[in-house]
C-alpha cells in the first residue's frame, strides 16, 4: 500500500532534549512537508522539500530542523531552540513543482515536551 | 496575517440536511482552492479541490462553489451523515511550488 508513515505516534520528551519526528513516504513523490497543528490555529508550515539534498524554511521554522538525503525520508529535529514544542506534528508529500496537487498526510506524531 | 480564513469555529446540522462550510482568502494570486477533512488525533485527507479558473466542481456529496470576486469558497456537503462529523480545512495555493495555506478550519458535527 502506498502511503505515508509517521513514527512514533506518540513521543514524550524532557525540556532541553532534541528529539527527531519519522517520515517515510513510498508514493515516490518528490515533495514534503512539515506541519505543526495548535489548537485554534489550523496548519502552519515548517519546512518543505522539492527535491532531494534541497529544503526551505516554512512560516514558522525557527528551532527546527530538516534533512532530506533521500527522496522517501524527511526527518524532522525539534531542538530545543524551539520555545513551544508541544504540538501535533504533521508530515506530507505531494507531486513537486506549481501548485495544483493535493498533499497526503501522513497520520500525525503527538509530541509532548515537560 | 492569515490569508487563509474560517471564520466559523464550529458548525452544527441535522443529519440528511446541508451543511455550508465558508472560507475567505486575502490573496488573489491564489489560483487553487482544497478542502481536506480530518479527525482528532489522525492527518488530514484530501476532498475535493477547485482551480481558479472554475466557479464549481462537484464529487458525490460535496461540492465546492469559488467566488473569485469576493475571494470566497464554501464547502456543501448534502446530504450530510454523522461520519462527516469531523473538521474541515480549506486551503489555498498559488505560485511556483505546491505550497499550500491552510485556514483554521471549522469542526462540523451532524446530529442523528
Known amino acids: 500500500d502506498g502511503g505515508i508513515t509517521q513514527s512514533p505516534k506518540y513521543l514524550f520528551r524532557k525540556e532541553g532534549q532534541n528529539v527527531t519526528l519519522s517520515c517515510e513516504q513510498n508514493?515516490?513523490?518528490?515533495?514534503m512537508y512539515w506541519y505543526r497543528q495548535d489548537p485554534g490555529q489550523g496548519l502552519r508550515l515548517i519546512y518543505y522539500?522539492?527535491?532531494?539534498?534541497?529544503?526551505q524554511k516554512g512560516d514558522i521554522a525557527e528551532g527546527y530542523s530538516v534533512s532530506r538525503e533521500k527522496k522517501e525520508s524527511f526527518p524532522l529535529t525539534v531542538t530545543s531552540a524551539q520555545k513551544n514544542p508541544t504540538a501535533f506534528y504533521l508530515c506530507?508529500?505531494?507531486?513537486?513543482?506549481?501548485?495544483?496537487?493535493?498533499?497526503?498526510f501522513g497520520p500525525g506524531t503527538r509530541l509532548t515536551v515537560t | 496575517d492569515q490569508q487563509v480564513k474560517q471564520n466559523s469555529p464550529s458548525l452544527s446540522v441535522q443529519e440528511g440536511r446541508i451543511s455550508i462550510l465558508n472560507c475567505d482568502y486575502t490573496?488573489?494570486?491564489?489560483?487553487?482552492f482544497l478542502w481536506y477533512k480530518k479527525y482528532p488525533a489522525e492527518g488530514p485527507t484530501f476532498l475535493i479541490s477547485?482551480?481558479?479558473?472554475?466557479d464549481k466542481n462537484e464529487d458525490g456529496r460535496f461540492t465546492v462553489f469559488l467566488n473569485k470576486s469576493a475571494k470566497h469558497l464554501s464547502l456543501h456537503i448534502v446530504p450530510s451523515q454523522p461520519g462527516d462529523s469531523a473538521v474541515y480545512f480549506c486551503?489555498?495555493?498559488?505560485?511556483?511550488?505546491?505550497?499550500?495555506?491552510f485556514g483554521t478550519g471549522t469542526l462540523l458535527a451532524v446530529q442523528p
Open positions: 490573496n488573489s494570486m491564489f489560483d487553487y
Open positions: 477547485i482551480s481558479s479558473i472554475k
Open positions: 522539500s522539492q527535491i532531494v539534498n534541497d529544503f
Open positions: 508514493l515516490n513523490h518528490d515533495a
Open positions: 486551503a489555498a495555493n498559488g505560485g511556483a511550488t505546491n505550497k499550500l495555506i
Open positions: 506530507a508529500s505531494s507531486i513537486a513543482g506549481q501548485g495544483g496537487h493535493e498533499q497526503y
